[in-house]
């Protein structure tokens, strides 16, 4: 077992990666905090985990709510050793359409919440802790409507750079781990056999979305003791999307 009586905090545990996450991290001996929003799916997420996972409705933009939050694990929990800040929305800002607050929001939530996570985890993180931040290839690669969500990711990818020198002191890694598309509630209700979902595989290397479970493999390698010597990296999970953008089934001859 790779997390054998490591203690983890997963922001946006009750969904998606992060709750996928959050399962590998239990299987692999954590006890695991998550956090979220909505009660529904985090009271579902918790029948799912099972006793090794402790879920805390928190909104990670509400400053009032965090502190109570981790003053809440301090008392569950005692210490982290690993932090993955994952909570983040998607949202479309067209050039020409788009209003202040809505931008706002999306950084808020990716950037400036996923920074307030770890600022707040400090006083609770062991020296030797792992901290991972949840990216996206749309934070390297352009994609049309998505200017606020592209520079909330591309964000993490700097701060997380910064905060890994901040922290190398107290033996803490930083990284990033940047996930191509991933077939997670954050699409909506598009399935399989949308025309979105079809364009958007096609042009995947590997010809299709990655699973959630893909993803948690790629926060565990960096949680864990299999990365002590990867530290401010952006690791790349997307089936080759951004490493070979002309490498999909759209551009097979
Ligand atoms: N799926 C993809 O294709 C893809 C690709 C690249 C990157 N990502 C990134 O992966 C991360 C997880 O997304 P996902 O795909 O797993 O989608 P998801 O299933 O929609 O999960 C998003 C999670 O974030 C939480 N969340 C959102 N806003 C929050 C807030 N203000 N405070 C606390 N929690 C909040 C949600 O919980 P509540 O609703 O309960 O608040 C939910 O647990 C995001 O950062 C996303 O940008 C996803």
């Known amino acids: ?113 996923a920074f307030f996570t770890v600022e707040s985890a400090l006083p609770l993180l062991k020296d030797g802790s792992s901290i991972i931040f949840n990216g996206s290839v749309i934070g390297t690669l352009g994609q049309s409507g998505y200017a606020a969500y592209a520079a909330s990711k591309a964000g993490l990818r700097a701060l997380s750079r910064s905060l890994a020198a901040d922290l190398a002191p107290r033996n803490i890694r930083v990284n990033v781990v940047a996930p191509g598309a991933t077939k997670t509630p954050i699409w909506g209700p598009a399935d399989e056999n949308s025309p979105l979902v079809k364009a ?23 949680a864990s003791d299999d990365s002590s010597y990867v530290n401010a990296i952006e690791l790349f999970a997307d089936g080759g999307a951004s490493g070979t953008p002309f490498g999909g089934p759209a551009f097979r001859q």
Do not use: C
């Not at 991290?25 to 956090?35: K, L």
């Not at 958007?200 to 960096?222: D, H, M, N, W, Y």
């Open 1 to 113: 077992m790779k997390l054998e009586g490591k203690k983890a905090l997963i922001t946006g545990g009750n969904s998606g990666i992060g709750l996928a996450t959050a399962k590998l991290f239990i299987q692999e001996g954590a006890q695991v905090a998550i956090t979220g929003r909505n009660q529904k799916t985090l009271d579902k997420a918790i029948q799912y985990l099972g006793p090794k996972a402790t879920a805390y409705r928190a909104d990670v933009t509400d400053s009032a709510a965090r502190k109570d939050l981790f003053a809440r694990i301090a008392k569950d929990f005692g210490h982290l050793d690993i932090v993955f800040a994952n909570a983040g929305i998607a949202g479309q800002t067209k050039a020409g359409s788009t209003d202040e607050a809505t931008f706002e929001n999306i950084i808020r939530i990716n950037l400036t919440g």
């Open 200 to 222: 958007i595989a096609s042009t995947v290397p590997l010809g299709r979305f990655g699973e959630p479970e893909e993803q948690a493999k790629a926060v565990l390698f960096l």
